[in-house]
C-alpha cells in the first residue's frame, strides 16, 4: 500500500492559449495536512478540481491511493470527499434533512450515520432549523458534514474559511485538526492566507501563476522564518563551545557548511561578538535573519515574478 494519498506529475490544465497550472507535481502523505497556498488566480482551484475529477487535465497524471490508472481512478475519487467553493446545500432543510438527502444520494445504508456526523461537526443541537438561518460557519460546518458522511480517508477544502469571523475560523481550524488526530483523516485545503495555513497544515505547496514553487513541511518553513543570529566564525566547533560556556546557551545549531544559527541573544549582537572574539575566533559573518509568513511568501513570489 503505498504511503501517498495523492501524486501528481507534471499535470497541467490549459484553457485557451493559457495554462491555469503548469507542469505541478504535488505529494501528500496518508495523515497530512497539506496547505495549498497561493494568491487568487494562481491555480488552486483547478488543481483541485482536476484531482476531485470535476475537471480533466491537458496533459500529466494523477495517482490517488497508489492508482494512477484512469478506470481505477475513478474508484479511488469514491474514496474522498470534497468541498470546493462554496458547500451545496439544501437551505430550505435543516442540517439532518441535508444530510439524509446526501446519504440516499450515495446510498449510504442506515441513518445511525447522520447523528454520528452532527456530533462530530458540533450540529446536533440545531432541531428543525433551516440551513439558510444559519450563520457562515454553521453552514460551513454543514457542508463538513455532508463531505464526511460517507467516512472519506481523504477530503479537499476549498478556501474553507473565506468569509468566516475570526472565532468560526478557529472553529473550523479545530474541527479540521480533531479530524485528523482522531480519524487519521488525510487533508488537502488551499487558502491565499499563508498565516491562517501555517497554524493548520503539516505540510505546504506553495503555488504562483500556476507553477508550484516550493513544497515544504511545517518544520522547514519555521526554520525558514525563525528569527535567528547567522554567524560564521573560522573555527564553529570552537564557536559552538563558546555559546555553551560563555554565554550559556544551547538554542543554536550548527549547519551542514558551518554557519551557526543562534536563536537566542537576538537584541543582543554585541555580547555576542565580544565572547566569540575573546576566545580568538575570527567573525567572518554576523546578521539578524529570519522572516515572517508573510515576508517570506511574498519574498517566494516576488522571486518567481524575476524569473
Do not use: W
Not at 507535481?25 to 496547505?35: F, L, M, R
Not at 479545530?174 to 487533508?187: A, F, M, Q, S
Not at 505546504?204 to 518553513?221: P, R, V
Amino acid at each position: 500500500m503505498s504511503e501517498y494519498i495523492l501524486r501528481t506529475k507534471d499535470l497541467s490544465k490549459k484553457y485557451k492559449d493559457d495554462f491555469a497550472i503548469h507542469n505541478i507535481n504535488v505529494s501528500i502523505k496518508k495523515g497530512e495536512i497539506y496547505g495549498f497556498i497561493g494568491q487568487n488566480g494562481a491555480g488552486k482551484s483547478t488543481m483541485l478540481r482536476l484531482v476531485t475529477g470535476l475537471a480533466f487535465p491537458t496533459s500529466g497524471t494523477i495517482e490517488l491511493f497508489g492508482n494512477d490508472n484512469p478506470n481505477a481512478l475513478t474508484d479511488a475519487q469514491k474514496r474522498m470527499g470534497a468541498i470546493i467553493e462554496n458547500p451545496a446545500l439544501f437551505l430550505n432543510m435543516s442540517a439532518y434533512e441535508n444530510l439524509e438527502v446526501q446519504r440516499l444520494q450515495k446510498g449510504i445504508p442506515g441513518k445511525a450515520c447522520i447523528e454520528k456526523t452532527l456530533e462530530l461537526v458540533g450540529l446536533t443541537g440545531t432541531g428543525k432549523k433551516k440551513a439558510k438561518n444559519f450563520s457562515l460557519g454553521m453552514k460551513q460546518r454543514l457542508g463538513l458534514a455532508m463531505t464526511l458522511l460517507s467516512d472519506p480517508e481523504f477530503i479537499i477544502l476549498d478556501e474553507p474559511t473565506n468569509g468566516l469571523d475570526p472565532m468560526g475560523i478557529v472553529e473550523l481550524r479545530e474541527l479540521i485538526k480533531k479530524l485528523n488526530r482522531e480519524k487519521g483523516l488525510t487533508v488537502f485545503i488551499s487558502s491565499h492566507i499563508l498565516s491562517e495555513l501555517h497554524q493548520l497544515a503539516t505540510s505546504f505547496g506553495i503555488i504562483h501563476k500556476g507553477k508550484l514553487l516550493e513544497e515544504l513541511s511545517s518544520k522547514e518553513l519555521d526554520e525558514k522564518c525563525r528569527q535567528h543570529l547567522r554567524i560564521k566564525v573560522d573555527n564553529s566547533a570552537k564557536g559552538a563551545t563558546v555559546l555553551e560556556n560563555q554565554l550559556s546557551t544551547t538554542d543554536f545549531e550548527v549547519m551542514p557548511d558551518g554557519t551557526i544559527k543562534l536563536y537566542d541573544y537576538l537584541d543582543d549582537v554585541r555580547t555576542v561578538s565580544r565572547a566569540l572574539t575573546s576566545d580568538g575566533l575570527v567573525i567572518e559573518h554576523l546578521s539578524q535573519n529570519g522572516d515572517s509568513l508573510e515576508n517570506y511568501f511574498s519574498k517566494l513570489v516576488g522571486g518567481a515574478e524575476h524569473d
